[in-house]
């Protein structure tokens, strides 16, 4: 399964901080769908991440009855993305 969607950054200051990029709805229920066969526990599901010219593999978090995209601090300094910014992610999920 391939998705393609543009979203906001933004930061959560948990006691992990990180920043994040929101599923869109549409999206989020498509992977609904699929999450109970690639799921590994916790509603985690694993992914391939394309932003700018970085691709990186990681997981979509479950949050709000949706999915949340982590980014990584050294891809979001290598594609210069910055807290507000809007940003295309493609993401692949091997189902």
């Given at each position: 399964m391939?998705?393609?969607?543009?979203?906001?950054?933004?930061?959560?200051r948990g006691?992990?901080?990180?920043?994040?990029?929101?599923?869109?709805?549409?999206?989020?229920?498509?992977?609904?769908?699929?999450?109970?066969?690639?799921?590994?526990?916790w509603?985690?599901?694993?992914?391939?991440?394309?932003?700018?010219?970085?691709?990186?593999?990681t997981?979509?978090?479950?949050?709000?009855?949706?999915?949340?995209?982590?980014?990584?601090?050294?891809?979001r300094r290598?594609?210069?993305?910055?807290?507000?910014?809007?940003?295309?992610?493609?993401?692949?999920?091997?189902?």
């Amino acid at each position: 399964m391939d998705l393609e969607f543009s979203g906001d950054v933004w930061f959560w200051r948990g006691p992990a901080p990180h920043h994040f990029v929101w599923v869109p709805e549409d999206d989020a229920a498509q992977l609904d769908d699929v999450a109970a066969a690639v799921t590994y526990g916790w509603g985690m599901i694993p992914v391939t991440v394309r932003l700018g010219g970085s691709t990186w593999t990681t997981s979509l978090w479950p949050k709000d009855g949706g999915y949340i995209v982590p980014l990584k601090a050294a891809v979001r300094r290598k594609e210069n993305v910055g807290i507000g910014d809007r940003v295309a992610i493609g993401l692949v999920i091997d189902v």
